[in-house]
């Protein structure tokens, strides 16, 4: 009887092992792991874009590899400052044909150039140069009136044209350059992610270049990423005056912390008001949230030169955006909706 209990438990603990081993291994085959996120900073864009990203199906570090790419590739295609770029083919030669995504992409600048009443102007290059905010390594200064006047003779968006069906693109006054500063980095962003998705639909992560950021997808799949809104008046990079939470979309932010130099005491910032050549005076910084981090980026700097005081701020959502726009002193104006973000997803 005792060796039959025996046989009994013998028989009960190997079916036990069984079902554990059997319950493991289903685990194991079945079961999804956590994602693991991977990320890489690309000198790139006149920023530091920086991507952080997880597989679904396909390894972190060939979506970081495929960002690289397309990074670079978008920089040296769009860069006035890179040789043989069509930007820098059209202000030397003064006419470039391009292909479908520069007739895109300049078609884009040209119609929110219009939209902005040129507040966002892409032909702000000469004056960029004048003030040595054209590229990093230039000398800043403050220019005289005068040289600022005759700057400002050769920005209007208006001395562009666009001959869609020969693809060609042409600047019609002597003077007049363009840069694509304001609008490219968002693209690049949008086409990054695009990217990303064509590879791995269920990637997820985002991209942050030097404050536009796009997400590829939320984060472990399900949370909302926590984005914080920089303090413009503190010199901690890190202290956020404002958080929001973004699941999807794209959200740029313009502050006058970005680039700038400090001449007898005064601040001077690289976001320069078409109108009159000099940096935009009314905002200390500009937060905007859009589906599309090319949207976001062209309405941040526009709002920003628009200024806190601007009456048709809310006009601006009709175009698909929600904004906050800080003054100098620290007050703050934002549109119907952008308290939205601010609740957790």
Not at 261 to 270: A, C, I, N, R, T
């Amino acid at each position: 009887m005792r060796q039959k209990n025996m046989r009994s438990l013998r028989v009960y603990l190997y079916i036990a092992a069984v079902g554990v081993g059997i319950f493991l291994l289903s685990l194991l085959l079945f079961s999804k792991p956590n994602s693991v996120y991977e990320e890489e900073e690309f000198p790139v864009l006149g920023t530091i874009v920086r991507v952080k990203v997880a597989g679904d199906k396909v390894s972190s570090n060939v979506l970081l590899n495929t960002a690289e790419q397309e990074l670079y590739r978008l920089h040296n295609k769009f860069s006035p400052n890179v040789e043989g770029s069509i930007v820098q083919k059209l202000n030397t030669d003064r006419k470039v044909e391009v292909d479908e995504e520069g007739l895109f992409l300049f078609q884009a600048t040209y119609n929110y150039a219009v939209i902005t009443g040129g507040t966002f102007d892409p032909t702000v290059r000469p004056l960029l140069k004048l003030w040595g905010f054209d590229d990093i390594n230039s000398s800043k200064k403050v220019p005289t009136q005068e040289e600022i006047n005759e700057a400002l003779e050769n920005v209007d968006y208006r001395f562009i044209k666009i001959d869609e069906e020969k693809r060609e693109i042409s600047i019609l006054k002597d003077g007049v350059e363009v840069d694509l500063g304001g609008i490219a980095k968002g693209y690049a962003i949008d086409l990054v992610i695009q990217k990303i998705k064509e590879i791995d639909p269920g990637a997820t992560g985002f991209v942050d270049a030097g404050g536009d950021i796009g997400i590829i997808g939320p984060k472990f799949g399900e949370l909302a990423w926590v984005i914080g809104i920089r303090d413009p008046f503190s010199q901690d990079a890190l202290k956020s005056i404002d958080t929001i939470y973004l699941a999807s979309g794209a959200v740029a932010t313009s502050g006058d912390y970005e680039r700038f130099f400090v001449q007898d005491g005064k601040k001077y910032h690289h976001i320069l008001d078409p109108e009159d050549g000099y940096p935009a005076r009314n905002a200390s910084s500009v937060t905007v949230v859009a589906e599309k981090a090319m949207i976001a980026d062209v309405f941040s700097t526009a709002l920003f030169v628009l200024g806190y005081d601007n009456p048709a701020l809310d006009y601006f959502t009709d175009f698909g955006i929600q904004a906050l726009v800080i003054s100098p002193t620290g007050e703050s104006t934002e549109t119907n909706g952008f308290d939205y973000f601010r609740e957790k997803m």
